[in-house]
């Protein structure tokens, strides 16, 4: 087992750690050593279901080494009604697959989206129990943009052939990447009320930039931070200006809003401030020799009471 030295990248360790799937953690750290992901199954004791959960919890993650399938879904295979036909009387399996699809769409498919449920299994190589997943998927994510209609089967298709290339082909790998994807949702209609967004989807750019954000890991009060820094500097929200912020603050590897707080102080602006309050604190004397001692004593108060705040 190779066991070289290694670093690894803090949104790495952010990744990991919101993961919370220790086996997940000790997996990518022996990958990252350069052993082969055949090997850990046996150099770390774990079971195949314990394995299978890891890696497909490293492949939601985005740090799963394997190159994705190449899939075309401009060149699919030319399914014909005979080949349906063939299916549905050979395949058990296959039936099942077509009346489960057709309960949760609520409706009979017709010939040319059998084709299609057909090409998932035999071009696409996803079993059954996952086509039926990815189906219940793409209906709960129409649900959740607002829609009250049931997706076609050419927007499965779409989602199908990511789920491939993603190497999403067993039921391990569907709950892991539908959890993810949970997760995010969550994370986005938190970010949707902190940036005021009511009433309405987020348009495909404003979901890039949103996602973009959340792929990189910041938290609640880093987002908050830098919407209301965008607020103040331009009047409102603007997704391009918010973004060249958090763009910065990433590449600084400040993701939380402690360390933006902290990354933030500038100690010569800092000490400007305490110089200027001592300014004012002489100019301020200076200007109260004629004054009695109970408006002396009420203005030396309000200038203590002025730097604590400016110390704090």
């Known amino acids: 087992m190779n066991t070289k030295d290694l670093s690894l990248s803090q949104l790495e360790v952010h990744k990991?750690?919101?993961?919370?799937?220790?086996?997940?953690?000790l997996l990518h750290l022996f990958l990252r050593c350069g052993n082969e992901p055949g090997e850990a199954e046996t150099a770390l004791g774990f079971s195949g279901a314990r394995m299978s959960c890891a890696s497909a919890t490293l492949r939601q993650m985005g740090l799963w080494p394997e190159e994705n399938k190449m899939l075309r879904l401009d060149q699919p295979p030319q399914y014909t009604e005979q080949d349906v036909t063939r299916a549905m009387s050979a395949s058990d399996?296959?039936?099942?697959?077509?009346?489960?699809?057709?309960?949760?769409?609520?409706?009979?498919?017709?010939?040319?989206?059998?084709?299609?449920?057909?090409?998932?299994?035999?071009?696409?190589?996803?079993?059954?129990?996952?086509?039926?997943?990815?189906?219940?998927?793409?209906?709960?994510?129409?649900?959740?943009?607002?829609?009250?209609?049931?997706?076609?089967?050419?927007?499965?298709?779409k989602e199908a052939y990511a789920w491939a290339e993603r190497g999403i082909n067993t039921i391990d790998e569907a709950v892991a990447f539908m959890q993810a994807e949970n997760a995010r949702y969550s994370r986005m209609e938190r970010l949707q009320r902190l940036l005021q967004i009511k009433g309405r989807s987020l348009t495909p750019a404003e979901e890039r930039y949103a996602r973009s954000w959340l792929d990189m890991d910041f938290?609640?009060?880093?987002?908050?931070?830098?919407?209301?820094?965008?607020?103040?500097?331009?009047?409102?929200?603007?997704?391009?200006?918010?973004?060249?912020?958090l763009l910065s603050w990433h590449q600084q590897g400040l993701?939380?809003?402690?360390?933006?707080?902290?990354?933030?102080?500038?100690?010569?602006?800092?000490?400007?401030?305490?110089?200027?309050?001592?300014?004012?604190?002489?100019?301020?004397q200076a200007g109260s020799a004629g004054l009695g001692e109970f408006e002396r004593d009420a203005i030396a108060r309000m200038l203590r009471e002025y730097q604590q705040q400016q110390e704090g």
């Open 255 to 284: 993701h939380t809003g402690a360390e933006i707080k902290a990354g933030d102080k500038k100690p010569a602006a800092a000490g400007g401030a305490a110089r200027s309050a001592v300014a004012q604190t002489q100019q301020v």
């Open 16 to 25: 990991l750690l919101a993961s919370g799937n220790a086996d997940a953690a």
């Open 219 to 245: 938290d609640a009060e880093a987002l908050e931070l830098a919407y209301e820094k965008t607020c103040l500097n331009t009047g409102g929200l603007k997704w391009p200006y918010m973004n060249k912020i």
């Open 93 to 157: 399996e296959f039936r099942m697959l077509v009346g489960e699809v057709q309960r949760v769409l609520g409706r009979i498919l017709t010939t040319e989206e059998l084709k299609l449920l057909l090409s998932f299994r035999n071009y696409l190589d996803l079993p059954v129990e996952v086509v039926s997943m990815l189906v219940c998927y793409c209906k709960d994510r129409m649900r959740r943009r607002g829609s009250n209609r049931n997706p076609s089967l050419r927007t499965i298709e």
